[in-house]
């Protein structure tokens, strides 16, 4: 039998780490919309992101990959990890509030663990998972909402455009697995190689779309670095060590730690109000990974037991 790829305690604490940098990207995104345009957030946020792991990289010595395989995969990675989600939620965020994007966002971890047991034998999908991912998508369908498809007005759309992100990250996580197994390839050197890759495509679809650049406020500004620097570059190396360690779907798992703190950031600083139906989605969701993670049921057995 396939040993299946678990979570330990000192990967919950990366986790943690990082969902408290993405938590509140929600929120630096919304604040730099009111100075910048959406595909430069993306653009600026890459290019800072990457211009810090170059010179961390570079002063660590850590060697550049010669494969090409290696770089393809990196610009694979870049644009399904970072130009699509990027781009897809900062644009959503111009009609749908902060929290409520990132509670969408939090079906990530739904659709990594669903694609990973399609693609990965050590990550498949039993029927304890299987249940957790179909009250998960139950619970990303009521923090939608079942009138949807009959409005498609902007805030509609935003919607989609989350679930497309969602989408796009898991795929990226696949992507990485398997275009990089067996790579003794260092994370710092991955999460470069995919920022750089990110910020070509990026510059030139901010240029293609929005014309040049304008120097932002001072808010928007500093939400930018905050973007570039600890929600990016620093996650970024965490996200991809722990990946190594504890599986693409399990990884994916972080998005369930963002939500929270991005929607108390979102009442804290912008004052937004979700309706019931989010939180009540959201505890479907919530339901759903942590049956899909397993450590509270078995607690539950063994407690029961005899």
């Known amino acids: 039998m ?25 929120l630096a995104i919304r604040l730099a919309l009111d100075g910048m345009g959406p595909h430069w957030i993306v653009a600026t946020r890459c290019l800072g992101a990457f211009a810090i792991l170059a010179v961390y990289i570079r002063w ?45 966002n939090a079906s990530t971890a739904l659709f990594g663990v669903t ?30 909402g079942p009138d949807l498809l009959g409005e498609f007005d902007l805030t509609s759309l935003g919607q989609l455009a989350l679930i497309g992100a969602a989408i796009s990250y898991a795929a990226s996580g696949l992507i990485g697995r398997i275009a990089l197994g067996g790579e003794r390839t260092a994370p710092q050197v991955v999460a470069t190689g995919m920022l750089g ?13 929005e014309g040049a650049p304008h120097l932002p406020g001072f808010v928007p500004a500093l939400s930018i ?37 991005a929607v108390l950031l979102g009442a804290l600083v912008l004052n937004e109000v979700l309706p019931l139906r989010a939180f009540a989605g959201f505890a479907g969701i919530v339901l759903g990974l942590l049956i899909l993670d397993g450590r509270i049921l078995a607690r539950i057995t063994r407690r029961k037991a005899p």
């Open 2 to 26: 396939i040993a299946q790829r678990v979570i330990s305690p000192r990967a919950w604490i990366g986790l943690i780490l990082i969902a408290v940098f993405w938590g509140g990207s929600f």
């Open 60 to 104: 660590r010595g850590l060697p550049l990959p010669q494969s090409l395989r290696i770089w393809l995969a990196f610009a694979a990675l870049g644009v399904f990890n970072n130009v699509v989600p990027f781009t897809l939620i900062t644009w959503a965020e111009q009609t749908v509030p902060s929290g409520l994007a990132s509670i969408i």
């Open 115 to 144: 694609f990973a047991a399609i693609a990965f034998a050590d990550e498949r999908l039993s029927a304890r998972r299987l249940t957790g991912v179909l009250i998960g998508f139950a619970g990303v369908v009521i923090v939608i």
């Open 197 to 209: 890759a990110s910020a070509a495509v990026s510059v030139v679809l901010a240029f293609l779309t």
């Open 225 to 261: 670095l905050y973007l570039a620097a600890p929600s990016t570059a620093l996650a970024y190396l965490m996200y991809y060590r722990l990946m190594a360690t504890a599986g693409a779907g399990n990884t994916s798992l972080v998005t369930l730690l963002v939500a929270p703190i």
